[in-house]
């Protein structure tokens, strides 16, 4: 097991960190949130699971050195998310390990309070099954355990510091109000880092917990320096200075660009396939069309470092122009590339420019029957058209509904509940069901072989290949 290097004369053994309960108090400035990203900053360089509820925007900066999320609402998020979506996040952040900094600085206290209990309360149950080792970090903690008011936030967080223990839920609670921290909670911290404090209602609490007569408290928690805490544990009772946060701390510098890894880029297509199924659990009819002014910032971006996580082999996104190292895909998905073989460069990535003026050298007949075909598909519900869109331009190969739902922004349920049948019937869509799920992969030209094989005379093998091209452009257009 590894050691948590909190400071010069305080280091601790990472198995201490499993389950247990700390608490970091003190007055403003003192330096809780210092001592808290140091632990954090600890646990993440041993790869420890955690979230962190940052009711001030100020751990962000974690992702300077770390891979870490940050998800919610405020300056510095990568995933806007709203109470809908929370429980999703936490349950992938959970089961997939990801460190997520659940920033709940921008909402107001109400919308704040049900994203904390969904988030939170999902997290229980699902270590519930798992059972394990992660850490929830809580700012300003007597905002949601308040001492003497009952709420099922305070419930959820308080069950949480209490009995988290068995199923591997650790947690470092802070707060600059020891006073008004629920006491219930507080005594049962194994660990606990006193900073200084001056009021006499604060300075009651720490001599409640110190094994010391009181005037020997006040005297030794008055004169704690910033960054210096009492530390308290069943074993020990010591004053200890904690190191400074190698990451950066709050907001203030402009010139700071967190790094961003792939490996980042890929944890958030795993949450936002996760807000995908959440909104889908929350509103099965939710599709595309309607979802542009709720998307996650950089939407786009995630979607396609998403999907190149699914489409790589061992984690490696494929050469866009190289079909040889393309995904090892299933049988189905190999007819396609054969169906698109006399392209030397694949089309997904060819400028189709020769297409346009091809077209009005066709007959009129062919003309009319592209016109009456791009109609019939125009009238398809949206989900269906971004789905044709997307197969269209992409690599020729089979999705599956995951894939397609993350890139269309549309429900998964709802491709589920309501699949492209009419195109699969038409023959412009190939549906297969495998063990990863039903995938879909476009045939385009076999089906423009199939529709136009009366004018296949007048076409010739070049028209055909034409006007497969002109096809797929108008397809692209659709979504
Ligand atoms: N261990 C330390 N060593 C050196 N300087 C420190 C240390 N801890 C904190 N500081 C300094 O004190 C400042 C305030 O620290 P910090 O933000 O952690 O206080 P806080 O107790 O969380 O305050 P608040 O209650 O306002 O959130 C930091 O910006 C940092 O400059
Ligand atoms: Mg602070």
């Not at 960190?17 to 646990?43: D, P, W």
């Not at 996104?317 to 396609?336: I, K, L, M, W, Y």
Request: aromatic share 6%; proline share 5%; glycine share 8%.
């Amino acid at each position: 097991m590894g050691t948590l290097n909190i400071g010069p004369d305080i280091k601790l053994g990472l198995d201490e960190a499993i389950g247990q309960c700390a608490a970091i108090l003190g007055i403003r400035g003192s330096g809780k949130s210092n001592t808290a990203g140091v632990i954090f900053e600890e646990l993440l360089a041993a790869r420890y699971p955690l979230s962190i509820i940052d009711t001030d925007g100020e751990y962000f900066g974690l992702k300077e050195k770390y891979e870490v999320l940050v998800v919610g609402e405020g300056e510095n998020v990568d995933i806007e998310l709203d109470a809908e979506s929370a429980a999703g996040v936490a349950e992938v952040s959970l089961r997939e390990g990801i460190p997520v900094v659940v920033d709940v600085s921008g909402m107001l206290s109400d919308d704040r309070d049900a994203f904390v209990l969904a988030y939170l309360a999902r997290l229980w149950a699902v270590a519930g099954k798992l059972r394990k080792p992660y850490m929830i970090g809580i700012e300003e903690c007597h905002e949601f355990i308040p001492q003497g008011v009952r709420s099922p936030l305070k419930d959820t967080v308080a069950r949480i510091a209490l009995r988290g223990r068995k199923r591997g839920l650790g947690t470092v609670i802070i707060s600059q109000r020891s006073a008004k921290v629920e006491k219930d909670v507080l005594t049962q911290a194994g660990m606990m880092f006193l900073h200084r404090v001056v009021h006499e209602a604060d300075m009651r609490v720490y001599s409640e917990i110190l094994p010391w007569r009181k005037a020997e408290v006040k005297e030794e928690v008055a004169a704690l320096a910033t960054g210096s805490c009492i530390f308290f544990t069943s074993q020990t009772v010591r004053k200890v200075s904690v190191r400074l946060r190698e990451t950066f701390h709050g907001g203030f510098t402009p010139a700071f660009r967190p790094v961003e890894t792939p490996k980042l880029r890929q944890v958030r297509g795993e949450i936002l396939a996760a807000i995908q199924q959440a909104r889908a659990d929350a509103c099965p009819t939710h599709v595309a069309g309607h979802v542009e002014a709720d998307q996650p910032r950089s939407d786009v971006a995630f979607r396609e470092a998403w999907l190149r996580n699914r489409m790589g082999s061992a984690g490696t996104p494929p050469p866009v122009d190289d079909r040889e190292n393309a995904e090892p895909v299933d049988a189905g998905a190999h007819e396609s590339w054969g169906e698109e073989d006399d392209n030397v460069v694949p089309h997904w990535v060819r400028r189709d420019n020769d297409t346009e003026e091809a077209l009005e050298t066709f007959p009129d007949e062919i003309l009319r029957q592209r016109a009456r075909l791009i109609r019939r598909l125009d009238r398809r519900p949206v989900h269906e058209k971004r789905l044709l869109a997307f197969l269209a331009s992409r690599e020729p190969r089979a999705y599956t509904t995951t894939e397609l739902a993350a890139w269309i922004d549309c429900a998964e349920a709802a491709l589920v509940s309501e699949p492209p049948s009419e195109l699969v019937e038409m023959g412009l869509l190939h549906r297969e069901r495998l063990s990863r799920g039903t995938t879909y992969r476009i045939r385009l030209r076999p089906y423009v072989t199939e529709a136009f094989e009366p004018f296949f005379s007048e076409l010739g093998n070049d028209g055909l290949h034409r006007l497969v091209g002109d096809l797929r452009q108008a397809l692209t257009e659709l979504g």
